[in-house]
């Protein structure tokens, strides 16, 4: 006997990219604060902490060697340097949420998301632009769609219709009359 729940394909990722700036962070905390089962990978990075960060809750903090392992071992999703680190968002627990069917909302830059993009298909990448800010034909052809950050409250309502249409909810016996 089979039931919806194991017939219910995975959920979409969506990639939130935008240039330097557009306020990605704030956006995604709000976004998380709004719709709390949205959930945004823990990415691996070979710098130190900063100021209050935590190993496991901010970013996983490894060796050089270690982010090599990974990499190595196909574990990363996608990865890139920043100056003298690297960093990069782990494969398995995003594969493990998308299959339960949870939303999943993951930050990157431009070439972080293209790389997620053509590591899986079927992604959403959402723009997130400044008033007035006009992306390159290449930018604007690669997203399916791009969200005004002017007003902050406004773009995260814009974001979490977008993240709610993703994902299948929760399977709900049929109705019986």
Same mark, same amino acid.
């Given at each position: 006997?089979?039931?919806?729940?194991?017939? $219910?394909?995975?959920?979409?990722?969506?990639?939130?990219?935008?240039?330097?700036?557009?306020? $990605?962070?704030?956006?995604?905390?709000?976004?998380?604060? !709004?719709?709390?089962?949205?959930?945004?990978?823990?990415?691996?990075?070979?710098?130190?902490?900063?100021?209050?960060?935590? #190993?496991?809750?901010?970013?996983?903090?490894?060796?050089?060697?270690?982010?090599?392992?990974?990499?190595?071992?196909?574990?990363?999703?996608?990865?890139? $340097?920043?100056?003298?680190?690297?960093?990069?968002?782990?494969?398995?627990?995003? $594969?493990?949420?998308?299959?339960?069917? !949870?939303?999943?909302?993951?930050?990157? #830059?431009?070439?972080?998301?293209?790389?997620?993009?053509?590591?899986?298909?079927?992604? #959403?990448?959402?723009?997130?632009?400044?008033?007035?800010?006009?992306?390159?034909?290449?930018?604007?052809?690669?997203?399916?769609?791009?969200?005004?950050?002017?007003?902050?409250?406004?773009?995260?309502?814009?974001?979490?219709?977008?993240?709610?249409?993703?994902?299948?909810?929760?399977? !709900?016996?049929?109705?019986?009359?």
């Amino acid at each position: 006997m089979s039931t919806d729940d194991e017939t $219910r394909p995975a959920a979409r990722p969506t990639v939130l990219t935008g240039p330097s700036g557009a306020g $990605r962070d704030g956006v995604v905390e709000r976004v998380r604060a !709004r719709f709390p089962s949205v959930w945004v990978p823990v990415p691996v990075t070979t710098r130190p902490p900063g100021p209050g960060e935590r #190993d496991g809750v901010d970013r996983h903090f490894v060796t050089p060697a270690e982010f090599d392992r990974l990499v190595a071992g196909g574990e990363l999703l996608e990865w890139f $340097r920043m100056g003298p680190h690297l960093r990069g968002t782990p494969r398995e627990p995003l $594969r493990t949420r998308l299959a339960q069917g !949870r939303p999943v909302l993951l930050p990157l #830059d431009l070439p972080g998301a293209l790389a997620v993009r053509a590591a899986l298909p079927g992604v #959403d990448l959402v723009l997130l632009s400044p008033p007035g800010w006009r992306a390159s034909p290449a930018v604007a052809e690669a997203v399916a769609h791009t969200v005004v950050h002017g007003l902050t409250e406004q773009a995260v309502a814009e974001l979490v219709g977008l993240l709610g249409s993703s994902y299948l909810a929760p399977a !709900r016996p049929p109705l019986r009359g």
